[in-house]
C-alpha cells in the first residue's frame, strides 16, 4: 500500500537536503530529509510511499541530493501541482517519478495512492478519486523506467558491448 | 525570435526555435563547483569508464566548503584538485572566489555562448548575453559524456523597468519586488529578460544579480541583452574584441512576449524580504521595527566589488552598532584585492566588520558560519529559506547591501538612503 504524505507549498531543497549535512553520503542526508518540515518522515517514511507536494516542490538548489534522498527512503513517486525546474530534471534523472498534477492537493496523509507515469493518471484508492496528470516526456520515459540516467547509460553501453 | 530563442537555435543548430519544443543543445562551456562537481561525477565517470568530451569546455572553480573546516571538506576539496589534473582540465581556480563571479571576471563568457553550470544560481551568465543554467551532479555527468543536453525550449517572460532608480535603490532592490510580484514560481522554469531604461543603466555585476536571483523567480534563464557596456566589461577581463558579437545576440523588437511585466524604477523604494522566503518582500518601512544580531554582506549574490562599494559608502567613518556583528565575505579574491586598494575594504574594516573568506559561507550553510536559534540576520545574499543558514529558528532578512550596511550601523532597520554620503 503506497502510504501518500502530504506537505504544502515551495518544499526548498535545504529541507529535502540540509546544508549541514552536504558533507556527507546520501544515507546520512536522507536520514535528515524533511527535518525542518517534518521530524518524523525520514523515520518512518516506507518503500513504495508517495510524497505528494504543494506548488513549487523542490524549489532552489541544484543539489540533486534533495531528490536522491527521497529515492534513497524508497518513495515511489512525487505529486505535485509544479515543481522547481531543476529538481524535476534531477529526480528523473535519479529514476524518481515526478507527476505534475494539479488536484494533488485533493490528496490527505494516509490516503492509499497510486500512480500510472507512462499514462499520466493519478488514483486515490481512499477516495475513489482518479486525476490526470502531465505524463513524463516521451523522450525521458525510457530513461526513467531504467531507474535515472546511470542505469541507462550503463545499459547502452552493455548492449554496445555486445554487437 | 527572442533573445532565449536565438541563443538555444544556435547551440541546437537550427534556423528557428518554437517555445515548447524539446531540442538537443551543444554545450560550449560547463561549469561545475566542488560540492555538486568532481567529487560527484568523478565516480560516475568511473563507473561508466567515460572521459570528459572536452576539457578544454569545462571549468572548476572551488567555493563550497571554503575555508575547509573539517575532514570531509577537505576531502572534498583534495577530490577536486585531483580530479581537473587526471580529466585534464586547465580551467581550474581554486580559493579564487564564488564561481559565478570568477566565471565572467576570468574571461570565460561571452555573448552567444550555450553554458550549463553545476549551481542553481547559474543563470547569473545571462548578464553577458549567454544561455546559462543550473543542472544536478547526473544531468552534469550527461553533458560531460556527450556534449550535449536536451532542453525544452523556454517562452520569454519580459520584465520591463522603466524610468531611473533613485540613488541608494539598486538591482537587489528591484529583484526582491520581483520577487514579490511574481512570487517564487513566477519564472515557471521558462526565461526572464530584463530590459527597459533602468536595466540598460546597470553596470555588469548589476547586471549578475539580476541575472542570479532568476533562480528565486523560479525561471530557468535570466538574461539582459549584451551592449557596450558588456563589451567594456569583457575587454577588460581579456575576451578578445573580435569574439564579441553584440549585434547578434538581442531580441527581435516585433517578436511576441509570452509575457510582459512592467516596473517603475523611479517609484521604487529600498526592498527588505522577511523571513522565509523572498516573495516576502516589501518596502523596508513595512516591516515594522526589527533589530538585528547579525549584518551580513556575502555570497556571489551581494558582495561583489560593486556591493561592497555600496556597503563602504555608507559604512566609511562610522562604527557597528553595539551588539550587532558585521560579517564581510568579499566574492572573490580579484574584487577583494580592489577593494582592498582602492579603500573599499578599509572603511568596511574600520567600521568594525568581520572579513570572511571569499566563499559562499554563511549562504550555502555548509561552513561553520551557522547562525542560532532566536538570531536575527539581515543579509545581501539571495535566499532566506527556514534552516537554510542555520537553525530553523533563525530569523533571515534580505536587503541590498546598502540596507544591509545602514541595518548595521543602526542596529535596527533604517531607510539606508539617509545614510548616503
Known amino acids: 500500500m503506497a502510504h501518500a504524505w502530504v506537505y504544502g507549498d515551495n518544499i526548498d531543497t535545504d529541507v529535502l537536503a540540509p546544508g549541514a549535512y552536504m558533507k556527507f553520503g546520501i544515507e546520512e542526508i536522507a536520514r535528515h530529509c524533511m527535518e525542518a518540515v517534518d521530524p518524523e518522515f525520514a523515520g518512518r517514511v516506507r518503500p513504495g510511499d508517495v510524497v505528494i507536494g504543494g506548488r513549487n516542490f523542490g524549489m532552489g538548489s541544484s543539489r540533486e541530493q534533495a531528490a536522491q534522498a527521497l529515492t534513497h527512503l524508497g518513495v515511489a513517486a512525487v505529486i505535485a501541482p509544479s515543481f522547481g525546474g531543476i529538481f524535476y530534471r534531477n529526480a528523473l534523472n535519479l529514476g524518481l517519478v515526478v507527476l505534475e498534477c494539479r488536484d494533488a492537493g485533493r490528496v490527505r496523509a494516509g490516503d492509499n495512492v497510486e500512480f500510472d507515469a507512462r499514462r499520466g493518471s493519478v488514483l486515490n484508492r481512499s477516495s475513489g478519486e482518479r486525476f490526470p496528470c502531465v505524463p513524463i516526456p516521451d523522450h525521458l520515459l525510457d530513461m526513467v523506467e531504467a531507474g535515472g540516467l546511470m542505469p541507462f547509460l550503463m545499459r547502452r553501453r552493455r548492449g554496445t558491448e555486445r554487437k | ?421
Not at chain 2, 580551467?91 to 576570468?106: A, K, S, T, Y
Not at chain 2, 574571461?107 to 555562448?113: F, N, T
Not at chain 2, 518601512?285 to 555600496?310: E, N, Q, W
Request: charged share 20%; glycine share 12%.
Open chain 2, 1 to 421: 525570435m527572442h533573445l532565449a530563442e536565438k541563443l538555444v537555435a544556435r547551440a541546437a543548430g537550427r534556423e528557428a526555435v518554437t517555445p515548447g519544443e524539446i531540442v538537443t543543445c551543444a554545450v560550449d562551456l560547463a561549469m561545475m563547483h566542488d560540492s555538486g562537481g568532481p567529487r560527484r561525477v568523478k565516480p560516475l565517470l568511473e563507473k561508466l569508464g567515460a572521459r570528459v568530451w572536452d576539457p578544454d569546455k569545462v571549468v572548476v572553480i572551488t567555493d563550497h566548503y571554503l575555508p575547509a573546516a573539517d575532514e570531509e571538506s577537505r576531502a572534498i576539496l583534495d577530490t577536486a584538485r585531483r580530479w581537473v589534473r587526471e580529466a585534464g582540465v586547465s580551467r581550474f581556480h581554486d580559493e579564487q572566489g564564488i564561481c559565478h563571479v570568477v566565471l565572467p571576471e576570468r574571461g570565460h563568457l561571452r555573448p552567444g555562448l550555450f553554458v550549463v553550470g553545476g549551481d542553481s544560481h547559474s543563470p547569473t551568465g545571462g548578464a553577458f548575453g549567454c544561455y546559462m543554467f543550473g543542472v544536478g551532479a547526473t544531468e552534469m555527468l550527461g553533458v560531460l559524456v556527450t556534449g550535449e543536453i536536451w532542453l525544452r525550449v523556454p517562452q520569454t517572460i519580459r520584465l520591463q523597468w522603466e524610468g531611473r532608480l533613485a540613488d541608494g535603490v539598486v538591482a537587489k532592490d528591484m529583484m526582491l519586488a520581483m520577487c514579490a510580484a511574481l512570487g517564487m514560481d513566477g519564472g515557471r522554469y521558462q526565461a526572464v529578460e530584463y530590459c527597459g531604461e533602468a536595466v540598460r543603466g546597470l553596470g555588469m555585476q548589476e547586471r549578475m544579480t539580476l541575472c542570479n536571483m532568476a533562480a528565486e523567480l523560479g525561471a530557468q534563464a535570466g538574461l539582459v541583452a549584451p551592449d557596450e557596456t558588456t563589451r567594456s566589461y569583457l575587454l577588460q577581463a581579456g575576451v578578445p574584441d573580435t569574439a564579441i558579437d553584440l549585434a547578434r545576440w538581442h531580441g527581435d523588437p516585433a517578436a511576441a512576449g509570452a509575457e510582459d511585466h512592467r516596473f517603475d524604477a523611479g517609484a521604487l523604494a529600498p526592498q527588505v524580504a522577511a523571513p522565509h522566503s523572498p516573495a516576502n518582500s516589501a518596502p523596508w518601512d513595512r516591516h515594522g521595527p526589527v533589530s538585528f544580531d547579525v549584518a551580513y554582506i556575502g555570497a556571489c549574490t551581494g558582495a561583489k566589488l560593486s556591493d561592497l562599494r555600496m556597503a563602504a559608502r555608507i559604512l566609511r567613518g562610522r562604527r557597528v552598532a553595539a551588539g550587532v556583528r558585521l560579517l564581510v565575505g568579499p566574492a572573490s579574491a580579484r574584487d577583494q584585492r580592489h577593494a582592498e586598494e582602492e579603500g573599499t575594504l578599509g572603511a568596511l574594516v574600520d567600521a568594525g566588520a568581520e572579513l570572511l573568506a571569499n566563499s559562499c559561507g554563511a549562504c550555502a550553510g555548509y561552513g561553520a558560519h551557522r547562525f542560532g536559534p532566536g538570531q536575527r540576520i539581515i543579509a545581501s545574499t539571495a535566499r532566506n529559506f527556514r534552516g537554510r543558514m542555520g537553525s530553523p529558528d533563525a530569523a533571515i532578512y534580505l536587503g541590498s547591501p546598502y540596507t544591509v550596511a545602514a541595518a548595521a550601523v543602526a542596529g535596527r532597520l533604517v531607510d539606508p538612503r539617509e545614510l548616503l554620503q
